[in-house]
């Protein structure tokens, strides 16, 4: 746990499932900000955090962009498909 003042305001960085989470309290006072971290701690633990796990990030071959991509293609068979585009 770290509780520090950037420009005035407290904020609190804490780890939390490997994850850092840094956050500005809001707050001037320091006592006030050590509690703000700490219901803050409270609520991760207890899941009442709205922390959504990250999707999966969308494959080139399975993304829209393949089919309007207007330069040379590479199929999943390994077959080269050029696609001329005349202006």
Do not use: C, D
């Not at 809001?26 to 922390?51: P, S, Y």
């Amino acid at each position: 746990m770290r509780i520090f003042k950037r420009g005035g305001v407290y904020w609190y960085e804490f780890i939390f499932r490997g994850g850092r989470i840094q956050q500005s309290t809001g707050l001037h006072n320091k006592n006030a900000a050590v509690q703000a971290e700490a219901i803050r701690r409270a609520e991760l633990a207890e899941g009442r955090a709205a922390i959504r796990a990250r999707k999966a990030t969308p494959l080139l071959e399975n993304s829209s962009m393949t089919s309007s991509f207007p330069g040379p293609r590479l199929s999943i068979g390994s077959t080269l498909v050029l696609t001329i585009v005349t202006m």
